[in-house]
């Protein structure tokens, strides 16, 4: 059966690096994986203020993850943490208390940055976010990717056969990590 999976770029610049690695990565993905991206960028600044009545914008948030098998983080690094857009979304979607939007789903993380460690410590971050929340997250394969414009178009095409196969191996291994999470954790059975 098809996996929906639900992907969040954690950047809003136009000309984001992560949002082209987002393209790449759906290209060599399984042909039995769906995906649908889940804007961050017009959500309000998150305050509990909100609990007692979310905003459209707030619940379409939290449906669109709830409609999705899993979901997948495409993030730059920012200060060696994540972007505060992201961390910003992830806080709307863990609200109400009680009504965790990532409790049981699967996650896995990506990033991309010129630098050489290629968002490795801000993935750090985001996947203690995600323990706390409760999202089973895929440990490996880990993938951090140094950005090189030679060698992703902007349509996301790979030109480096190293590169795109690790991130074939990368979209394969999420897809198995699912399956494995949900006959674990089957959703209709939480
Ligand atoms: C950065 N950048 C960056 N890079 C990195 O590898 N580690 C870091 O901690 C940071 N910190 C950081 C903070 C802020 C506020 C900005 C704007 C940038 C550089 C960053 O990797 C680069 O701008 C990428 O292009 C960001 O990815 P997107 O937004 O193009 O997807």
Known sequence: TTQKVGYFVGSLATASINRTLSKALLRVAPA??????IP??????????????????GRALKE????????????PEYNRSIPGALKNA?????????????ARKPSAVIGASPGAIGTAVGQQSLKQVLAFCNSPLMN??????QFRPDVFSD?????DPETEAFLRTFMQE???FITRVLTVLPPDEL
């Not at 039995?32 to 991206?37: L, P, R, S, V």
Request: hydrophobic share 45%.
């Open 32 to 37: 039995n994986m769906e995906f649908t991206e």
């Open 174 to 176: 999420f897809h198995e």
């Open 140 to 145: 490996a394969v880990e993938a951090y990717i």
């Open 155 to 159: 349509s996301g095409e790979v030109s």
């Open 40 to 57: 961050i960028g017009n959500l309000p600044l998150y305050s509990y203020d909100y609990d007692a009545d979310f905003p459209p914008e």
């Open 90 to 102: 992830i806080d709307w979607a863990s609200r109400p208390w009680g009504q965790n939007s990532f």
């Open 64 to 75: 669109a993850i709830a409609s999705v098998d899993a979901v997948l983080f495409v993030t």
